[in-house]
């Protein structure tokens, strides 16, 4: 019979998963507690608590609950554009995942008022945000390869930022999903990286960088057909509702084959379940109440936030999946 | 239609500030094709266009 354990296709004679080894034992996706008998095709985690799996096995354990497909996960490119409230909190939802490569984009530093609601802690005030969630996200997995941009988008830079990524790894341009187009991950070209930030230098608050963390050899996914793998989904992430417009406009115009998940709406203590998905253009879902503006007297708290990065993050899995409904 | 509403037809640029939409927070659809903010002024939408007007609120 094949089963895949701890992320390897297998065939095994055995009859009971506990069989297989000692440990806790999660079964497709469910963590079992009474005896299990194997069926064709099942997907069986087997950990031991307390201890970190060494990194062939790290993909497959850390995703063991969620029960989707990891290769489309691996494979899954996803650009977020802002990591205030909204975006750190996506970064690190989509870390935990296990989405495989995550291009990250701000401009700004944390500092204190940022803490009410964003993914950030005391230690990093002062620190880029790109920098800050890099380390948070390689804390939860340090398998997720990540890309960080540190740049304010405007109208100036917009489009040659959007044509740098598309140069680069996450090829905005690439085939519509990368799902079926399983690639090695590509090493860092700093030159290149650079070319396309050093055109954007001026008006950039902090240094423009590009880093790479370690390349993930344990994703096991060699380059099949040479292409390079498409960015699936970008997130809009901002809190300026300027910023999210001319986002949302640029990338429809210009890359109409892209999924384009954003935020509006989620300041206030109003009900929770004001805040909904709606696909509201072809290539256009927004999450939130899409009414309830932050402005003088109405502030953003981490509950109503994190609501709608849970919205943005989990529809941003359902289109990696294939899902495009809401 | 506009936004899911029947609407005879008027150029997009008059609806639009007839309306009070800010035009540096919405993005418009029309029959499925994302309009450029250059063509609002000269876009006349007729009675059976699929219109989507999206405004963004601020927060993040």
Known sequence: ????????????????????????IIV????????????????????KKGQVPKREQFTSMISARNNMDTKKLLNASVVICGLGGLGSNIAVMLGRAGVGHLCLIDYDIVDITNLNRQYYFTKHIGMLKTDAICEIISEINPYIETEKINIKIDEDNIKDLFEGIS???????????????????????????????????????????????DTPQAYG????????????????????????????NYVLENHPHKKLVC???????????????????????????ETNEAKIGEGLT?????????????MILRLINDMEEV | ?????????????????????????IAVEINGEILPKSKYRETTIKSNDNVEIVSFVGGG
Request: aromatic letters at 8%; hydrophobic letters at 30%.
């Open chain 1, 167 to 213: 140069n680069h790894k996450s090829q905005i341009d690439g085939p519509p999903t990368g799902a079926s187009h399983l690639v090695a991950p590509l090493k860092p070209n700093p030159k290149k990286s650079y070319d396309f930030l050093g055109a954007l230098g001026q008006g950039v608050h902090c240094p423009p960088s590009v880093q790479w963390t």
């Open chain 1, 28 to 47: 497709n996706g469910y963590e079992i507690h009474t005896p299990y008998i194997l069926k064709e095709g099942d997907n069986v985690v087997i950990f």
């Open chain 2, 1 to 25: 239609m506009i936004n899911g509403k029947e609407h005879k037809d008027v150029n997009l640029k008059e609806y639009l500030d007839e309306k009070g939409y800010d035009i540096n927070r």
């Open chain 1, 263 to 289: 935020g509006s709406g989620m300041a206030g203590l109003y009900s929770s379940n004001l805040i909904q998905t709606k696909r509201v253009m072809k290539n256009l879902y927004i999450c939130g109440d």
């Open chain 1, 221 to 248: 996914l060699g380059g099949q057909d040479g292409k390079p793998n498409g960015v699936q989904v970008i997130c809009e992430a901002f809190d300026n509702p300027y910023a999210k417009a001319l986002l949302v």
């Open chain 1, 302 to 314: 981490a509950p109503r936030v994190s609501i709608c990065a849970g919205h943005e993050a989990n």
């Open chain 1, 1 to 24: 019979m094949k089963i895949i354990f701890n992320g390897k296709s297998v065939n095994t004679s055995v009859k009971y998963a506990h069989e297989l080894g000692e440990g806790n």
